[in-house]
């Protein structure tokens, strides 16, 4: 019994400090903390024996070692399975901050108000080359014009949707 108060002393007196090493491991303080009470159940034994240490701090360091590491292993495992079984549409996205949909709403406005100010054969060009997927060939076909002709209008619009996008190039609107 004495055996074990001394263990029990040796770990709370490295307790805090077997968290801090364990922390950097795991990622975080919350799971190297699970990480070094589940050391405390290897260290303590349940039937009260176990070997006499010569060195039970260094036992201990290197229990939280081992743990933490095959926590690490584990989850990054986990990570990759549910990863690859699940398609890209089930997958959460990460979410955005207010600041970020603001942006984004921006852009969107920005892009549509570009679209608007476009000829509409140069607006029907870009839109089956960039949301249709045609190809050049396909757009010169259905807008009667030649192939140069139709580069012409998807790189023509694009440029001038990439100018609406930057606000410095449009006068600040």
């Known amino acids: 019994m004495a055996h074990d108060q001394g263990k029990l002393a040796v770990f709370l007196a490295h307790r805090a400090d077997l968290i801090d090493y364990a922390t950097p491991i795991v990622g975080d303080r919350m799971r190297a903390e699970d990480v070094v009470q589940d050391a405390y159940i290897r260290f303590m034994p349940g039937d009260g024996g176990g070997p006499a240490l010569d060195q039970p701090v ?21 990570h990759r399975q549910q990863g690859a079984d699940l398609p890209w ?28 100010g476009l000829s509409p054969q140069a607006r029907l ?20 014009v030649s192939v140069p002709t ?15 996008m930057d606000p410095d190039m449009t006068g600040g609107r």
């Open 58 to 78: 260094g036992y201990l360091y290197r229990i939280v070692r081992n743990l933490a590491l095959d926590l690490t292993r584990r989850r990054a495992m986990e």
């Open 125 to 144: 060009a870009v839109e089956m080359h960039r949301f249709g997927g045609h190809t050049l060939g396909e757009i010169a076909s259905r807008l009667g």
């Open 150 to 164: 139709a580069h012409r209008l998807v790189r023509d619009a694009l440029l001038k949707i990439a100018a609406g």
């Open 89 to 116: 549409w089930l997958v959460p996205a990460e979410p955005r901050t207010p600041e970020q949909d603001v942006s984004h709403r921006r852009s969107v406005e920005r892009i549509a108000a570009a679209l608007d």
